[in-house]
């Protein structure tokens, strides 16, 4: 069965580094999205991204977010100067939604991002 | 009010118990609606989609209520295996934007 994947699985990084996330989305999949899931907290969307561009952005998403789906399979995160409290899981999704419109979403394991 | 409200958890049951969960949403506008599960520290799993004229999928009943913006999930002969947290999922703007609920943990005891 097809599913997402997402490299690393735990990041630790010093504040003030940069960081890229990376998925691969499910290969016939042409919408793609970032979550992010504070611990002990709701999952909260950031980004979809569609046909090569941003198609909807949360406010978390701020200048220091970016996303790049740089080859046919890729689809990046970066986070340019992390803080503490981008200390969180990043979820990766993908969907092809149906004619009715029906956007069912399938996520990756996620990556573990530790700031210190 | 929030986007997408939640009943407040846990709910503690025994095994073969019947379980609902019930969500509202705001924004009226909100295109199609989801139940997903989430395991500790995993991924979000997709449990049904909720349609308007509501489904079914074995064990599991979803329901949409439109005019009162009320998604409903009624887990019936509830399995040990059933226990995590059930989050209610919406989508708005073309299906682009994507709000998820708190979440209700489930306990499943036997």
């Known amino acids: 069965e097809p599913e997402v994947t997402q490299t690393p699985s735990h990041q630790v990084t010093q504040m003030g580094q940069e960081v890229i996330l990376r998925c691969v989305p499910i290969?016939?999949?042409?919408?793609f999205y970032w979550y992010r899931q504070i611990l002990g907290q709701k999952v909260e969307f950031l980004v979809s991204?569609?046909?090569?561009?941003?198609?909807?952005k949360s406010e978390i998403f701020d200048d220091q977010f970016s996303v790049e789906r740089p080859d046919g399979s890729n689809f990046t995160l970066k986070i340019r100067s992390t803080k503490l409290e981008d200390s969180a899981m990043y979820f990766c999704?993908?969907?092809?939604?149906?004619?009715?419109?029906?956007?069912?979403?399938?996520f990756g394991p996620g990556t573990r991002l530790t700031v210190l | 009010r929030k986007e997408v409200e939640q009943d407040p958890g846990p709910f503690n049951v025994p095994e073969g118990a019947t379980v609902a969960f019930n969500c509202t949403y705001s924004?009226?506008?909100?295109?199609?609606f989801f139940w997903y599960r989430q395991d500790c520290r995993k991924e979000p799993k997709l449990l049904m989609s909720?349609?308007?004229s509501g489904n079914e999928d074995g064990r599991f009943t979803a329901q949409l209520n439109r005019a009162s913006q009320y998604i409903s999930l009624l887990i019936r002969d509830s399995k040990l295996s059933d226990s995590a947290t059930y989050l209610c999922?919406?989508?708005?703007?073309?299906?682009?934007?994507?709000?998820f609920g708190a979440g209700t943990r489930l306990f499943v005891k036997a």
């Open positions: 290969s016939n999949h042409l919408y």
């Open positions: 991204f569609y046909n090569n561009e941003i198609s909807e």
């Open positions: 909720v349609y308007s």
């Open positions: 999704a993908s969907s092809q939604p149906a004619a009715s419109s029906y956007n069912e979403q399938f």
């Open positions: 999922v919406v989508n708005e703007d073309g299906g682009f934007k994507t709000i």
């Open positions: 924004n009226s506008a909100s295109q199609s």
